[in-house]
């Protein structure tokens, strides 16, 4: 019944997601993927910042994001007991959340593209092009990527090594959406703090630098704040 019950409220409230649209104007996001050069950085810097986490980026010195995203099955399989104890706010696709402790979106395969809503998201392969729809739909300005090295580094596939779920096609869907972001920053700033070889050096800087130059702007309020933000009634 517990289950049920569960599920039911997830299915139900994964439209609140689309009240989000706007509700974070002006403010950096940083999507934080699980690169190799994630190995290089002290993660917590981060803690009172908007963070949109990818996959496992919690074994890196237990960071808790303040939206943990995945798409895969076996992310669940592997994580749901760490999962369940994050405070983060859970965004998965459908067919990746059996317990229903998420809000939950549906995939469209084929090219990545912005989204006009939450509660569908456009493209496979990669997750951090899905992070960057909905930080684009929440209006934030400059996304900043973290981690998104789409590239092996020292025989490891992640920063903590060896993932073995990871697909050969992986790495080549995940440069496709680097390339795509990069395309996008009309719309949005990108700023890319990962160790990949798409954006440019205009577009590159350090995490410390980019913390510098755009925490002026953006109070390090905390978690509190901007779950208030993002689900404070309209």
Avoid at 113 to 123: F, I, P, R, S
């Amino acid at each position: 019944m517990i289950q049920k019950r569960l599920r039911h409220t997830a299915a139900k409230s994964r439209f609140v997601v689309n009240k989000w649209r706007h509700r974070l104007k002006g403010m950096p996001c940083f999507i934080v993927g699980n690169g190799p050069s994630l190995d290089k950085i002290f993660i917590h810097k981060l803690d009172d910042y908007f963070t949109i986490g990818i996959n496992r980026v919690f074994k890196k010195d237990n960071f808790d994001p303040t939206v943990l995203m995945w798409q895969d099955i076996d992310m669940w399989i592997t994580e749901r007991h760490t999962i369940m104890k994050l405070q983060a706010i859970k965004l998965a696709r459908n067919v990746s959340d059996p317990r229903g402790i998420s809000h939950t979106f549906r995939t469209v395969a084929g090219e990545f593209k912005l989204t006009t809503d939450l509660v569908t998201l456009y493209g496979s392969g990669a997750t951090a092009p899905l992070a960057f729809q909905v930080a684009i739909y929440l209006d934030c300005d400059p996304i900043i990527l973290v981690g998104c090295d789409c590239r092996y580094a020292g025989g490891k596939t992640n920063f903590y090594g060896i993932n073995k779920f990871h697909k050969q096609h992986s790495m080549l869907n995940c440069k496709k959406g680097l390339i795509w972001m990069k395309r996008c920053q009309t719309t949005s700033r990108v700023i890319s703090c990962s160790d990949d070889d798409v954006f440019l050096p205009e577009n590159k800087m350090t995490l410390e630098d980019a913390i510098e130059k755009y925490s002026k702007s953006y109070p390090g309020k905390g978690r509190e704040y901007f779950v208030g933000k993002l689900f404070e009634k309209s």
